[in-house]
């Protein structure tokens, strides 16, 4: 998951190995195939102070 850009990659573990299944972004709900009955609307998630920011690149010592 990552906050900026608003984005949640699933992977899928075959095997030994993880391959990657989807992405999803704020406007999607998420889904995955490890967990069926699983649905969560990524707007409410992604909906934080960053956002009325997203244009600014900031520096964080």
Do not use: N
């Amino acid at each position: 998951m990552t906050p900026f850009p608003c984005m949640v990659e699933i992977f899928w573990l075959q095997g030994e190995r993880y391959v990657f299944w989807k992405v999803f972004t704020e406007v999607d709900v998420l889904t995955s195939p490890g967990f069926p009955d699983l649905q969560i609307e990524l707007g409410a998630v992604f909906e934080f102070a960053l956002r009325q920011h997203a244009h600014e690149i900031r520096v964080v010592k």
